[in-house]
């Protein structure tokens, strides 16, 4: 998953598990160089927006919520502005294949088979960790297959919609 922090130039990418309702963060890579990190546990608290960061170092919470298609991230006194850069994953088992970006649950399907759709058009909503992500068509052409349907769960990887020319 893809991530832009306001004022930065640099495009972060994280691979993400999520085991017993929580997301661990196992690898960070900036501008497409892997970073080693230490591992990082994310949970929620209830249904309020806090979440918590657990490190080996201790955990913290973070406020975070999304507010028109941005995330804010309050975290020690700081505040961070975060853009989710969702233009799908290409599957490497079927050309043209989008895929998910993480576990969830499909929350609505916009297309059909045989529907031409363009660059950039929403495809699916799926809804991992209590939050929205939409899977964005990455180039103007025909949905060959849909592969899910409302309230189907996914893994991560698993190829969501498939795209022709």
Known sequence: MDWEIA??????????????????????????????????????????????????????????????????????????????????????????????????TILEVMVKEGQRVREGQPLMTMEAMKMEHRIISPKSGEVISVNFNKGDRVDMGSTLVELGD
């Open 7 to 104: 004022d930065l130039e640099d495009k972060f990418s994280v691979d993400l598990t999520e085991r017993e309702g929580k997301v661990t963060i196992s690898s960070v890579s900036v501008n497409g160089i892997t970073d080693e990190c230490p591992e990082i546990r994310i949970s929620q608290v209830g249904k309020n927006p806090t979440i918590i960061l657990e490190t080996e170092s201790g955990s913290r919470p973070a406020l975070v919520m999304k507010i028109d298609g941005k995330w804010w991230i309050h975290l020690e006194g700081e505040v961070y502005v975060v853009n989710e850069v969702e233009k799908g994953g290409k599957s490497s088992e079927s050309a043209g294949g989008l895929s998910a970006p993480m576990p969830g």
